[in-house]
């Protein structure tokens, strides 16, 4: 014998309001998501040009102790030179017409002694006992010093990307960040 057994299944799968919800919360979590990576472009470019800075700052001292003449870094709008300091602040078509030798150390544009600065970037220049930010304009130029004997100028550093920045006190004895802070918006 057999039973004929009736079953009520209801039809299965998702609600319409089950599925905006989902979408909903996968775009909040997108959002987020992409506001995050922006963010963190913003910082990781800063950070590296912080580190480049940092890194010209290191051979700048160290290639003074060894010449035993002084260098500096050339802070102009857009790129950081680093070059004697008896040639820092220097319009560069007067120094390149002066020029005996084409490969001199009076004048270095090679890529290792400079950094061009990414678009957007800027660097603006706090000296020792000083409260004022210096900005690097047009026809501004601010010099940072290295001493043959190993010693740097003390100064903090701030670059800007639209509203974030990075702040870096630089020890002067070592030419190292000894201090630094992030805001990235």
């Known amino acids: ?99 005996v030798e084409p490969d001199s150390e009076d004048v270095v544009l090679d890529s290792s002694r400079q950094i061009h600065l990414e678009n957007g970037v800027k660097i603006f220049v706090r000296r020792w006992n000083s409260a004022e930010w210096l900005s690097t304009l047009k026809e501004v130029v601010h010099v940072w010093r290295f001493d043959p004997d190993g010693l740097c100028e003390p100064i903090t550093l701030r670059f800007t990307l639209d509203k974030s920045w990075v702040e870096d006190t630089y020890h002067p004895l070592t030419a190292t960040i000894s201090e630094s802070s992030l805001e990235a918006r």
């Open 1 to 99: 014998m057999i039973s004929a057994v009736r079953t009520n299944k209801a039809p299965t799968g998702f609600t319409l309001i089950e599925i905006v919800m989902v979408l909903a919360i996968a775009a909040i979590v997108m959002g987020g998501a992409v506001g995050m990576m922006v963010y963190s472009s913003d910082e990781r470019t800063l950070r590296n040009t912080s580190g480049d800075v940092e890194l010209l700052a290191k051979r700048a001292r160290t290639t003074a102790i060894l010449n035993q003449t002084p260098y500096a870094l050339e802070f102009r709008e857009g790129v950081v030179r680093l070059l004697p300091l008896a040639n820092a602040g220097l319009d560069r078509r007067k120094i390149s017409k002066n020029l």
